[in-house]
C-alpha cells in the first residue's frame, strides 16, 4: 500500500512561510517598541504547528487533490472518454471548492 | 528570519528586499508542491485506469497550493489563536474541515491512527493504553 502524499516538511515550511507574512503584517500594524527584540516579543511569537498537525494537514491536501481528480475522473468516464480534461475539472470545481 | 536590519523602520529598502525574497521562497515552495501533486494526482488517475492532461494536474496544483497557503494555514492560525495557543494541532486541522462531514470523519480517524502511532514513551504506557481504548468515536 504505497500512498503516495506530501511531504511534511513541505508544508511547514509553506505554513511557516504565511505565517511569518502574517506575523510581520501584524508587527507593522501594531507600534512595536522595541524593534531589537524581533521574533521574540511574547505577542509576536510565530505561530508553529505540532508534528501530527502537520501530517494530519498533509492528509487533508492529498485528499482534497484527490477528490478534484476523482470527481473530474468520474465526469470523464460519463462522458466515455478516459482523458481527464480541464472540462472535467471546470464541472466539479464549484462543488470541490465548497466542500474544502 | 532576522529582525536586525530594520533600519528605518518602515519599509524603505529593507521592505523590498524581503517582499522580494519572500517571493522567491514562496516560487520555490509551490515548485515543490507542484512536483507532490503531480504525482499523487497521476497516481489516483491511474487507479482510475484513467490519464490526467497537463493542464488539469497545473491547475489542481495551483488550487492546492492556494488552498493550504490561503485558506488552511490562515485558519489553523486563527483557530490555534482563539484557542490561546501559539502552536496548532491537529484540532486545528480538523476544525478547518467542519463544513464538509464526511471530510470530517476522515480526518477524525486519520487522527486517532496518529495518536495511535504516537510516542508512547512520553506518557506512561499504561495511561495511553487506557486512553486509546476510550477513544474510539469521538
Redesign the interface.
Known amino acids: 500500500m504505497e500512498e503516495e502524499t506530501f511531504d511534511p516538511e513541505l508544508i511547514c515550511s509553506i505554513f511557516k512561510l504565511v505565517w511569518s507574512r502574517r506575523a510581520t503584517e501584524r508587527n507593522e500594524s501594531i507600534e512595536v517598541v522595541d524593534v531589537e527584540v524581533g521574533d521574540r516579543t511574547k505577542k509576536n511569537r510565530q505561530t508553529t504547528a505540532n508534528s501530527n498537525a502537520l501530517k494530519l494537514s498533509c492528509e487533508l491536501i492529498r485528499i482534497f487533490v484527490t477528490e478534484a481528480v476523482q470527481r473530474s475522473g468520474m465526469i470523464a468516464e460519463a462522458e466515455g472518454i478516459n482523458k481527464i480534461e480541464p472540462t472535467h475539472l471546470e464541472r466539479v470545481l464549484p462543488q470541490l471548492l465548497l466542500d474544502f | 528570519?532576522?529582525?536586525?536590519d530594520?533600519d528605518g523602520?518602515?519599509g524603505g529598502g529593507g521592505g523590498i528586499e524581503?517582499d522580494e525574497e519572500?517571493e522567491e521562497?514562496?516560487e520555490l515552495?509551490r515548485d515543490?508542491?507542484r512536483l507532490?501533486?503531480i504525482?499523487?494526482?497521476n497516481?489516483?488517475?491511474k487507479k482510475?485506469?484513467?490519464?490526467?492532461?497537463e493542464?488539469?494536474v497545473a491547475?489542481?496544483a495551483d488550487?492546492?497550493?492556494k488552498?493550504?497557503?490561503?485558506?488552511?494555514?490562515?485558519d489553523?492560525?486563527l483557530f490555534?489563536?482563539h484557542a490561546g495557543r501559539?502552536?496548532?494541532?491537529?484540532e486545528?486541522?480538523?476544525l478547518?474541515?467542519h463544513?464538509?462531514k464526511h471530510?470530517t470523519g476522515?480526518?477524525r480517524s486519520?487522527?486517532q491512527e496518529?495518536?495511535g502511532k504516537?510516542p508512547q514513551t512520553e506518557r506512561k504506557r499504561k495511561k495511553s493504553s487506557k486512553k486509546e481504548d476510550k477513544a474510539i468515536p469521538s
Open positions: 528570519m532576522d529582525g536586525g530594520v523602520g518602515v524581503k519572500a521562497r514562496t515552495l515543490r508542491f507532490s501533486v504525482s499523487i494526482a497516481a489516483e488517475a482510475l485506469d484513467m490519464e490526467a492532461s493542464p488539469v491547475c489542481v488550487l492546492a497550493f488552498y493550504t497557503a490561503e485558506q488552511l494555514a490562515r489553523v492560525e490555534a489563536q501559539k502552536s496548532v494541532n491537529m486545528d486541522i480538523i478547518s474541515a463544513r464538509n471530510l476522515l480526518l486519520f487522527s496518529l495518536k504516537g
